[in-house]
DNA sequence: AACTACCAAGCAAGCGCTTGGTTTGTAAAT
DNA sequence: ATTTACAAACCAAGCGCTTGCTTGGTAGTT
């Protein structure tokens, strides 16, 4: 478990991957990203767990609620990563733009990148309260971006305007999970590169 | 209804929109995409269109052939579409990117743009054999694009290799539903130059 | 004594799809 | 001009199964 996982347990954000409650989570987002979470059933979830269907209810009280903690968790440990990916003030909006990228990509492709295509793709299936809520934790995120995008603005380095950018950017990188093939010569280094290279003038 | 999905339902290639069958299909394409496949009941589409659920399987066999076709005949006409726009051979390669641009985002925004978006968000609810089917129709329409891709490359305009630079922009392109207003200041023009200073070289 | 974590059983509602029969439009046969 | 034939389009009813969730109770830990 890395550093800023153990912080954000211990300060309550997130709920700890080794409880049980965790580990239902961690099924839960697994089988939501390859089967949907509307053809994902309770005692699927349950199966995997090991557990009785009727018991996960004393966990979360309703299954939308699964979906929604497994969004919210995903998008509040993205954050503290990308956070500490631009801490350092010293570096060029560049090599902070690269930082980012880096970030992003690399938790698309990792531990986190399950629960991100969650979020891409059943975004519609969280109610509207639910998905205010985790909107306002998206935003948190997205100012990140938006914030060093401004940065490099001001440089000039930019192709277009940071917001139009940075929307067609989060389209860009969220369809990598479905031409990745990690068996390729491409790296998470490498794709950021490329990235780059549709971002930035040369 | 436009020239080509008239050729194209006098060739049989596609359903007749106007048809009990056709109607079936557009009903179908919209409650896909704004509640999901899965979320969608067979007696769902029969209420849209006026006529008992049981009735819908005299025209499709199951609800997933529905879905099929909803795919199937999206991609056909988008292909026939683009086949059109890149049909003048004297077009420099940036022209041809700049007429594909507009086309296909065109198509995301306009009448295919329910289909398309059905096609990104409910891939996964196919069964094999039939998502087979549709990749094969896919084929065809990426093709076209590769083919204009090679071209510019040999231009030496391109940011990068022409399938890389084509996966970032599907994904950048079928993100554009998730944040498009139609009251914005953006048209179908301004959105294809902006993605043209992603592609090539300035 | 209180709390977390769970089981066993099942309910009410909704699901895709089937069945047997009826209506409707069209076109050839009388 | 009327009858006959036939297929496309649809209805009414419901079957068998799955769904999310509830209930009342138990075992172990603190």
């Known amino acids: 478990m890395s550093k800023i996982v153990k912080e954000l347990v211990a300060s309550g954000m997130i709920t700890d991957p080794e409880s049980p409650k965790g580990a239902l989570l961690a099924a839960a987002t697994t089988l939501f990203r390859s089967q949907g979470y509307s053809r994902t059933t309770v005692r699927d979830i349950a199966k995997v767990v090991g557990i009785q269907s009727g018991s996960l209810f004393h966990h979360f009280r ?19 990563q990308m956070k500490t990916a631009v ?100 790296r998470v280094p490498d794709l950021a590169n490329l990235a780059m290279k549709m971002l930035v003038r040369t």
């Open 62 to 80: 309703t299954k939308e609620d699964i979906l929604e903690a497994v969004m919210a968790e995903t998008i509040i440990v993205c954050t503290e």
């Open 87 to 186: 801490s350092n003030t010293q570096l060029t909006p560049r090599k902070k733009i690269q930082a980012l990228l880096e970030c992003e990509i690399g938790a698309i492709l990792g531990d986190t990148g399950r629960g991100l295509g969650v979020l891409v793709f059943e975004w519609d299936s969280l109610s509207n309260d639910k998905r205010n809520r985790v909107l306002q934790l998206r935003d948190i995120y997205e100012g990140i971006w938006l914030c060093v995008l401004e940065e490099a603005k001001s440089e000039g380095i930019l192709v277009m305007e940071p917001a139009l950018l940075r929307k067609f950017l989060t389209g860009a990188l969220s369809w990598i999970v479905n031409w990745y093939n990690p068996q390729g010569d491409l």
